[in-house]
T-cell receptor, first 111, second 115 residues
Framework: GQNIDQPTEMTATEGAIVQINCTYQTSGFNGLFWYQQHAGEAPTFLSYNVLDGLEEKGRFSSFLSRSKGYSYLLLKELQMKDSASYLCAVSEIGSARQLTFGSGTQLTVLP | GAGVSQSPSNKVTEKGKDVELRCDPISGHTALYWYRQSLGQGLEFLIYFQGNSAPDKSGLPSDRFSAERTGGSVSTLTIQRTQQEDSAVYLC?????????????FGPGTRLLVL
């Protein structure tokens, strides 16, 4: 089984940097995903980490430490449109390939 | 189509009625997943289809829930004798081969409200 924890809510200012943390416990780690979900919309894929380190993709970066069961999503140069829920999801070896999701972090970007 | 589609987008039903939710995955994707998202919660896995293999139903919350996938493409999630606690957004996702670590692409969801 898996246990995934992330903060419920975060607030940041337009133009700033925000880091959303995710910790997980799993018996057979097979990758970690970050999804963005705007209110009333489907989750959309942001990033995937399976090896330790930082993956950078434009304004968004995702970091993984497998030994610590820890990941973070870093958002730079925040824009109002970045206000959304950010979902951390873990894929587990030997599972039926489904993802186990955290409850999501609701990010509000203020002007 | 270009993405995963689901219908209906919204469904309001009375307690005790049956409902059917439809999902059209991305063309060529062999893996299909159903999730449920209650208000303010993360996604809860329900069922997984991969090709012609028997589906993994381990996430279905009760025997009132069932799903099928016809012809390896379209899937229907059926909820019998709906209860108020079934009210949620039902999301469908597909991935190309159902391999671990593959990106899952989500449809817009069906918002179900049981009165």
């Amino acid at each position: 089984g898996q246990n995934i924890d992330q903060p419920t809510e975060m607030t940041a200012t337009e133009g700033a940097i925000v880091q959303i943390n995710c910790t997980y416990q799993t018996s057979g780690f097979n990758g970690l995903f970050w999804y963005q979900q705007h209110a009333g919309e489907a989750p959309t894929f942001l990033s995937y980490n399976v090896l330790d380190g930082l993956e950078e993709k434009g304004r968004f970066s995702s970091f993984l430490s497998r030994s610590k069961g820890y990941s973070y999503l870093l958002l730079k140069e925040l824009q109002m449109k970045d206000s959304a829920s950010y979902l951390c999801a873990v894929s587990e070896i030997g599972s039926a390939r489904q993802l186990t999701f955290g409850s999501g972090t609701q990010l509000t970007v203020l002007p | 189509g270009a993405g995963v589609s689901q219908s209906p987008s919204n469904k309001v039903t009375e307690k005790g009625k049956d409902v059917e939710l439809r999902c059209d995955p991305i063309s060529g994707h062999t893996a299909l997943y159903w999730y449920r998202q209650s208000l303010g919660q993360g996604l809860e896995f329900l069922i997984y289809f991969q090709g012609n293999s028997a589906p993994d139903k381990s996430g279905l919350p009760s025997d009132r829930f069932s799903a099928e996938r016809t012809g390896g493409s379209v899937s229907t999630l059926t909820i019998q004798r709906t209860q108020q606690e079934d009210s949620a957004v039902y999301l469908c996702a597909s991935s190309s081969r159902g391999q671990g670590g593959e990106t899952q692409y989500f449809g817009p969801g069906t918002r179900l409200l049981v009165l």
